[in-house]
């Protein structure tokens, strides 16, 4: 069985500053690694995956992530956010099944 | 192209009544997927299908029935409403693997609240 944690369920921060959102699964097969963000009132929309490769994926809107398989973290980050960063955002595991993490609230503050 | 499209956007429904939310992909999606969103519970898969005419149940497929009779369709059945079934309800849709199909695409969400 596999499972997402995500560590923090809210995150604030200001504008322009860096931001790091954590997510570690558990997993006892090959796995695939994605971020998903939902701004309010809409579905899920995929940020960035990781399949196989380098380890360091970019996605849209700035965003990167970097699979540690040691750590069996995949953290995302942006180096400066914006207000319409503002959102929530899912970290999301597929092995055997597709789990989602319970999500982060990122409140980006002028 | 539509994507990911679902009907109703909102409901609410008395206890013991009966409804059906509809799903549809434009994309010639294999795999359909029935998820609900509660606060601080993130998505729970209620049920999925991995082709026309099959159906499987997820982690939370109690209260709910699937039908998947069009490969472009996927109806998720409540037979009769209870309050704790007052969630927002996301379908979603992604190629098999096989195809390299591994993220899925998602509608805008169905609000549905049971009194």
Known sequence: ?110 | NAGVTQTPKFRVLKTGQSMTLLCAQDMNHEYMYWYRQDPGMGLRLIHYSVGEGTTAKGEVPDGYNVSRLKKQNFLLGLESAAPSQTSVYFCASSYNARQGGHEQYFGPGTRLTVT
């Open chain 1, 1 to 110: 069985a596999q499972s997402v944690t995500q560590l923090d369920s809210q995150v604030p921060v200001f504008e322009e500053a860096p931001v790091e959102l954590r997510c570690n699964y558990s997993s006892s097969v090959s796995v695939y690694l994605f971020w998903y963000v939902q701004y309010p009132n809409q579905g899920l929309q995929l940020l960035l995956k990781y399949l196989s490769g380098s380890t360091l994926v970019k996605g849209i809107n700035g965003f990167e992530a970097e699979f540690n398989k040691s750590q069996t973290s995949f953290h995302l980050r942006k180096p400066s956010v914006h207000i319409s960063d503002t959102a929530e955002y899912f970290c999301a595991v597929r092995g055997q099944n597709f789990v989602f993490g319970p999500g982060t609230r990122l409140s980006v503050l002028p």
